[in-house]
């Protein structure tokens, strides 16, 4: 049975930072290409990152509105990929969650097989 469970989020002031975690199991997890999303409120589901598979070399890939603060990488001996975000704004405030895929579809949500449950990350002004 595939899982992803994310873990990392909370309630941060701007500017602070925050690590999510999303840890797999149930697939080989070096296949796959993962992908962060997040849903704010009123909003529809957003693509924030997204990493290839090892035979892609990982390759990442952010939306613009997180480009150059957020930071996607790949651990495949601990099965989980992470996000480091920085520089938080209240905009980034919402339910972040994993998914995987087989091949990598970028942001294109309705292309991705399996997806985590969430976590929140508020970020106060």
């Known amino acids: 049975e595939v899982q992803l469970v994310e873990s990392g989020g909370g309630l941060v002031q701007a500017g602070g930072s925050l690590r999510l975690s999303c840890a797999a199991s149930?697939?080989?997890?070096?296949?796959?290409?993962i992908g962060w999303f997040r849903q704010a409120p009123g909003k529809e589901r957003e693509g924030v990152s997204c990493?290839?598979?090892?035979?892609?070399?990982?390759?990442?890939y952010y939306a613009d509105s997180v480009k150059g603060r957020f930071t996607i990488s790949r651990d495949n001996a601990k099965n989980t990929v992470y996000l480091q975000m920085n520089s938080l704004k209240p905009e980034d405030t919402a339910v972040y969650y994993c998914?995987?895929?087989?091949?990598?579809?970028?942001?294109?949500?309705?292309?991705?097989?399996?997806w985590g449950q969430g976590t929140q990350v508020t970020v106060s002004s």
């Open positions: 998914a995987v895929s087989v091949g990598l579809v970028y942001f294109a949500t309705h292309e991705y097989d399996y």
């Open positions: 149930g697939f080989t997890f070096d296949d796959y290409a």
């Open positions: 990493i290839s598979s090892s035979d892609g070399r990982g390759s990442t």
